[in-house]
């Protein structure tokens, strides 16, 4: 274990969160070793503002939330402790161990038949945790008391190379978590790193064993891999990747065999990292629309065709492409009802009915709407100039924008959903 004094590493204590520095220290009065570890260690020594704090421990879960008030014990899979310090809240988890150590039970370790970790709740020493840890740069473990940082998985040296590399044999480590894959891609993004050549290797391989993991896990990465700021090059190196299939198929088919569609998402990727950096509100719902439009667009077009009223197509094409993504990434309601409006408000758009403008210009959802015509003219669907046409009326009309209440009517029609019986 390679130990790295404050002389050669340089990290400022005056930036780590004092609710994280104060878990740490009541653990140790505990009688336990305590750390901080993972992102917040990489990001200072990049020096970068750590996003949020993570403190590993010796101490279970049961003895962590002894020692606090306000500790609760979260996750079946991956057992943590959530500890609230003012508005802080503090990860604090307990040293991982091997599987095949005699530590290993049923209630602690469940493997699937390809080697998926089902259950990951048996402990070990500090040494078994850093080997378990995802990335190299993730597995370094900051002691504030006498500010050293420990290293044994040369983190630093990744670090000073900028490569993203998996610790331990990558295939192994991918069938045990699949979703590593799509945090190499992340990280990668983000730090701008390399993507060392095994670590990179084994995701063609891999690659399929993200289809075996719960929907609601992968929308909750997706929202990590779009929505902190580098989604446009973390989209890229998706599809290069080829990993994007795993997230949304349809879409990912058609992006990977249309130039035009890659473009156009890539164009909503980069007005969302823009916005986040400027910190103005972004919401998933209209990343998500664009990103699905290729999956939308030639079914739209072929129910056109076919002259059925467009509304009504648009309805039930949103319901179709909502409930197949679904199955592969679980998008909750509060985001799939807002992306489907601004599907259905395009029919809208490309009517242009002089009696409608105002009213639906008005309506909450005009302008992610009309930023996602514009994306579909950019991609170059042919809309006769739609787009300038309501630039222009947003210039003649500048009060109207989205100030209309939310109406019953711009939702969505939905059947009534049937009580579940208890
Ligand atoms: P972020 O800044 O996005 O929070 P992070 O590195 O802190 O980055 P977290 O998801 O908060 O990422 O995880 C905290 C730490 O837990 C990681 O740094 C890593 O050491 C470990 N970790 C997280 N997910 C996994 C995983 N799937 N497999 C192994 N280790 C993981
Ligand atoms: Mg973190």
């Given at each position: 274990m390679r130990v790295i004094d404050k002389a050669?590493?340089?990290?400022?204590?005056?930036?780590?969160?004092?609710?994280?520095?104060?878990?740490?220290?009541?653990?140790?009065?505990?009688?336990?070793?305590?750390?901080?570890?993972?992102?917040?260690?990489?990001?200072?020594?990049?020096?970068?503002?750590p996003k949020d704090f993570?403190?590993?421990?010796?101490?279970?879960?049961?003895?962590?939330?002894?020692?606090?008030?306000?500790?609760?014990?979260?996750?079946?899979?991956?057992?943590?402790v959530h500890v609230r310090q003012g508005r802080e809240i503090i990860e604090v988890t307990t040293y991982r161990g091997h599987h095949d150590s005699d530590e290993a039970k049923p209630s602690t370790s469940k493997q699937s038949e390809k080697g998926l970790l089902l259950r990951d709740n048996v402990y070990g020493s500090l040494e078994d945790d850093a080997k378990r840890r995802d990335l190299t740069v993730n597995a370094m473990y900051y002691d504030p008391d006498d500010e050293s940082v420990l290293d044994q998985q040369s983190g630093l040296e990744d670090?000073?190379?900028?490569?993203?590399?998996?610790?331990?044999?990558?295939?192994?480590?991918?069938?045990?978590?699949?979703?590593?894959?799509?945090?190499?891609?992340?990280?990668?993004?983000?730090l701008q790193f390399d993507i060392e050549s095994e670590t990179a290797e084994a995701i063609a391989v891999c690659g399929p064993l993200l289809s075996e993991i719960p929907a609601a896990r992968l929308f909750d990465e997706?929202?990590?891999?779009?929505?902190?700021?580098?989604?446009?090059?973390?989209?890229?190196?998706?599809?290069?990747?080829?990993?994007?299939?795993?997230?949304?198929?349809?879409?990912?088919?058609?992006?990977?065999?249309?130039?035009?569609y890659k473009q156009m998402v890539t164009a909503a990727m980069q007005s969302?990292?823009?916005?986040?950096?400027?910190?103005?509100?972004?919401?998933?719902?209209?990343?998500?629309?664009?990103?699905?439009w290729p999956a939308v667009q030639p079914r739209y077009e072929a129910l056109a065709q076919a002259g059925e009223p467009q509304a009504q197509a648009m309805n039930s094409i949103g319901q179709q492409?909502?409930?197949?993504?679904?199955?592969?990434?679980?998008?909750?309601?509060?985001?799939?009802?807002?992306?489907?409006?601004?599907?259905?408000?395009?029919?809208?758009?490309?009517?242009?009915?002089?009696?409608r403008i105002v009213d639906i210009m008005s309506q909450r959802r005009f302008r992610a709407a009309?930023?996602?015509?514009?994306?579909?003219?950019?991609?170059?669907?042919?809309?006769?100039?739609?787009?300038?046409?309501?630039t222009e009326q947003q210039q003649l009309n500048p009060d109207v924008v989205g100030t209309a209440p939310p109406r019953e009517d711009s939702k969505p029609t939905r059947r009534p959903r049937r009580r579940r019986r208890q």
């Open positions: 050669s590493h340089g990290i400022d204590q005056a930036a780590i969160s004092r609710a994280a520095l104060s878990v740490v220290h009541r653990l140790r009065e505990g009688g336990f070793e305590a750390f901080i570890v993972g992102g917040a260690v990489r990001d200072l020594l990049i020096n970068g503002q993570d403190v590993a421990t010796n101490a279970t879960p049961e003895q962590t939330k002894a020692l606090f008030r306000s500790a609760r014990i979260i996750g079946r899979r991956f057992q943590i670090i000073e190379a900028r490569l993203i590399r998996i610790i331990g044999d990558p295939a192994t480590r991918y069938r045990e978590d699949p979703v590593r894959m799509l945090r190499v891609v992340r990280f990668s993004a983000r997706f929202l990590k891999l779009f929505m902190s700021g580098h989604a446009k090059s973390t989209f890229l190196l998706l599809c290069n990747y080829d990993l994007l299939r795993y997230l949304t198929p349809e879409a990912a088919e058609r992006i990977a065999k249309e130039p035009r969302t990292d823009q916005r986040v950096r400027k910190d103005r509100p972004v919401t998933p719902a209209f990343l998500l629309a664009a990103m699905l492409v909502t409930a197949e993504t679904c199955l592969h990434t679980a998008i909750p309601k509060r985001f799939s009802i807002p992306m489907r409006e601004m599907w259905e408000m395009q029919g809208k758009l490309e009517a242009r009915k002089p009696k009309y930023d996602l015509l514009l994306l579909r003219e950019q991609a170059g669907e042919q809309l006769d100039d739609c787009g300038v046409f309501w």
